[in-house]
């Protein structure tokens, strides 16, 4: 659907719910090229805004009440502002939001809220940070709460790792923040310096494919990384004095401890000190518009994810090994958490129709999943509509 026709729906249905004028904000979803698991091992990634998300219809309400209707889940829920605590499903994300401008010390007012979108969720486009993210925006805009982007992103990161208890690092609530269309950043997680690089893809296209495997970061598995890449640092940090970060550390001195490490945590080791190093050069090749190359380190992370960090899962494998049956598809890996979701593509365009077709019957003959395959463009952040 396009934003504006988003818009429109998210809008009326407001009104009718409501029956007052809303302010409207997009809030769009993520693509990462590469530089997987590592933004909270203080490594590089290269993330985009895209141009699917979700829609928020906003207007204070005069009371204490926070009135919010998901419009995808087709569930309202109320609760007065001085009440907020946890609340398993959709409202966890909203209310851990309202509760750090609360910690914050950020006024923030009763209102009524209602949003919807076109972003699949556990897909791994970040539909969680789109929430965070979209309603801090909205929530600082109409109270007038001043507030530079990256705090915005840092709050949805800290509502995340609060109320739905994931740990995660920054970098889908920085991309949608700092998300900018034809362009793909390229963040340091340490500092949070960024460039914004002009993506020119030329004859080729962003395909996504959805396995359709629906994955739940929040079972924890991605927290059990945290702690594994946690406990595999203080080791390397007592072995090589010089290092402050993961990224002062190549795979071989990784290698070179072998013994030192539980079996799980080296390959976790190495495989973050080896996608940092990846994204440095992929960073490289992009600038360069080297293309080949650049989709050669995609099919190297997916390996590596898949093996090393093992976040992948046989339906994600199968399509990447498909992918690499075509010559016109030049890079292809799971993205994001893992355990399912999406594969991102690089596919020349004249291709992709076709290729999409057969990937998806050979995929339904392989697993009896109907798949769904995106064309992406990418999208400015979060911004009033
Ligand atoms: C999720 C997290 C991100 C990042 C990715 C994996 O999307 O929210 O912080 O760790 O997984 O790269």
Redo the contacts with the bound molecule.
Sequence with gaps: MSESALKSSVQEFFISKFNTTPRLFFSPGRI?FIG??V??NDGFVMPAAIDKGIVFAIAPNNSNMLRIHSIDMNDYYEVALDKIEKHPGWQNYVLGVIDQFQQSGLPVNGMDVAFGGDLPTGAGL?SSAAVECGLAFGISTIFNIPMPRVQVALLGQKAEHTFPG?Q?????QFANMMGKKGHVLLLDCNSLNYQALPLQLDNYVIMLVNSKVHHS?ASGE?NVRRKQCEEGWSILQKHYLHAKTFRDISPDQVKQLEDHFDADVYRRCLYVTEEIQRTQIAAELLKQNKLQEFGQLMFATHWGLSRLYDVSCPELDYLVTEATKYPQILGSRLM??GFGGCTINIVEKDSAAQIADEIKANYKKAFNIDTEVYIMQTEDGTHEI
């Design positions: 990462n997987e698991h933004d909270y970040s994931v995660c690092g920054i970098m889908d970061l991605y994001g958490g």
